[in-house]
Structure formats: structure tokens, C-alpha cells
């Protein structure tokens, strides 16, 4: 599974999701201060997953009709620590299984939403 950490997703996590196997990339390492929409592009083109914290992924995936093939997850956390979305992420993606192909999932901590494009 390969996925790609917005500039906004904290690098801790980053770090903490490549040892536990992920093949993460990090906007924040490798590319700061591009445009959401050079995110996605580089997520199209690598087939990785975005994980942000960044709600204007949803109109550019609505509005503007960029499409990932791979899906965003946009983490509506508050109050958390550097190394809690790692968490969150793992257990998405293992215990719950979340399916985010051509989806945007959003989670709260307690809530999944998910809408297909």
C-alpha cells in the first residue's frame, strides 16, 4: 500500500507508518510548499494514497474533478499528539479495511465517512 503525507501530516507519523512497512512519501521531505493540486498529481502518478489534514481536498475532488485513483483520507482530528494520525491510519487501512480507492474518508477519531467519486 503506498501513500502520500500532505505537507500537514505530521512527520512523526510519517516516520512511524514507514516502520511499521508503509511505503510513504512525505510533501513535507520532499516537496514543500507545492499546490494541493501538485499533491494530487503526484499521488496520481505514483498511485499513492493522500492522507491530509487539508479539507479543500473535497472541492477539488468535487468542484474541480480531480480524481485520485487512490482516494484521499482526510483526518478531522483536534488536539492530538505528533505520532496519533500514524494511529488512526494503521488502523484504518488493517483493522477497519477501508476500501479508499475513488473515495474521499474522512475520520473524526470515532466516525468514518466515505463518498465515491
Known amino acids: ?14 516516520l512511524i507508518l514507514r516502520r511499521l512497512g508503509y511505503d510513504i512519501t512525505s510533501i513535507g521531505e520532499d516537496n ?11 499521488a496520481e502518478a505514483e498511485q499513492r494514497i493522500i492522507l491530509t489534514f487539508d479539507r479543500d481536498y473535497g472541492e477539488l475532488i468535487y468542484k474541480y474533478d480531480y480524481k485520485p485513483s487512490q482516494g484521499v483520507v482526510y483526518l478531522r482530528l483536534n488536539n492530538y ?13 488493517t483493522v477497519l479495511q477501508i476500501e479508499t480507492e ?9 466516525n468514518i465517512r466515505q463518498r465515491k467519486y
Not at 499528539?81 to 487501512?93: F, I, M, N, Q
Not at 475513488?102 to 470515532?110: A, E, I, K, N
Open 81 to 93: 499528539t505528533p505520532e496519533e494520525p500514524a494511529k488512526h491510519v494503521h488502523e484504518l487501512l
Open 102 to 110: 475513488r473515495s474521499l474518508t474522512v475520520y473524526d477519531g470515532t
Open 1 to 14: 500500500m503506498k501513500l502520500l503525507a500532505n505537507e500537514n501530516f505530521p512527520r512523526a507519523s510519517v
Open 32 to 42: 514543500p510548499s507545492i499546490s494541493d493540486r501538485s499533491v494530487m498529481e503526484i
